[in-house]
């Protein structure tokens, strides 16, 4: 088990448990629902026809049999495809599910927030919004709408504004902007692939309160988390995968861990 301060750090599971199946399907998601995740992240697109979808690229190329970007298929085109098949090739032992054609077709973000719905534990889901500015705000429009339709625009009436189960993640201020703007209540994680200079205080853009920098980040700048603590940000770290990322998350004090790996993650932490 890893040695460290104790704090409980949410584990989070990145595109589902993505190493075992194959990421954003409900294959992925299962697994890593039933691998323990305390969370699950997505990322989501729109199609063509106006559908909120879990695919991570631009292009549906990588993951499926299919070709064209997201924006350009409707989703009765994506329905055709396969998202399980391109990992085939690779060890199924612990997980055959991915051959299962109704566990590897497109996944939309309804379907995502039924099995969240359907599953008899807290499952939080932290959604990114991909290539928001293309549809000038449209993506954020149609997530927020989706989401109230589940209840889960925000925190339980009664809780406090930190206990909301979903939270929206960026890479784009502007998108996290739109968010904070319609639903104040929903957490926003800024993503940082690298700290820009007007951020390196510990600030972060108007409309995000938590901070979400990559790996390599905490990594190469570790004092770069304890300065967002002191300004009042938690902090979750993408995508932690190594055991020594995973310790050096722990000795940080992070609030959150995203990793391909829940359960290796889960069984470091000591809570398998
Ligand atoms: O969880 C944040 C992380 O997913 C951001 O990078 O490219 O995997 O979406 P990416
Ligand atoms: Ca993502």
């Not at 294959?27 to 323990?36: F, L, N, P, Q």
């Not at 190329?61 to 690779?90: H, I, P, Q, Y």
């Not at 996290?176 to 951020?199: C, E, G, K, N, W």
């Amino acid at each position: 088990m890893t040695q460290a301060r104790q704090h409980s750090i949410q584990v989070v599971a990145h595109r589902g448990a993505s190493e075992d199946a194959p990421e954003h399907t409900l294959a992925a998601y299962k697994k890593a629902i039933e691998d323990g995740a305390d969370a699950l992240e997505c990322d989501v697109r729109l199609t063509a026809d106006g559908h909120l979808v879990c695919v991570h690229d631009r292009r549906v190329n990588r993951t499926s049999n299919g070709r064209g970007a997201v924006s350009a298929l409707e989703l009765a085109d994506l329905a055709t495809l396969d998202f399980g098949s391109w990992m085939e090739n690779m060890d199924s032992e612990e997980s055959p599910d991915w051959k299962d054609r109704s566990l590897t077709s497109v996944l939309t973000l309804e379907r995502l927030l039924e099995l969240v719905a359907d599953t008899d534990r807290r499952i939080e889901l932290a959604i990114e919004t991909k290539h928001p500015t293309r549809w000038a705000g449209q993506v954020e429009e149609r997530l927020l709408r989706m989401l109230a339709r589940f209840g889960l625009d925000g925190p339980a009436p009664g809780e406090g504004p930190d206990s909301s189960p979903v939270r929206i993640m960026s890479f784009s201020a502007r998108s996290l902007h739109r968010i904070a703007d319609a639903a104040p209540q929903l957490p926003t994680v800024y993503l940082m692939q690298f700290v820009s200079p007007r951020l390196r205080d510990g600030r972060l853009p108007a409309g995000a309160r938590i901070a979400g920098p990559g790996i390599r980040v905490v990594r190469n700048q570790p004092g770069y988390v304890e300065r967002l603590h002191k300004a009042g940000h938690r902090v979750h770290v993408w995508t932690v995968n190594e055991p020594e990322d995973v310790e050096l998350c722990v000795r940080l004090g992070v609030e959150a861990i995203i990793t391909n790996r829940p359960k290796q993650v889960l069984s470091q932490l000591g809570r398998l």
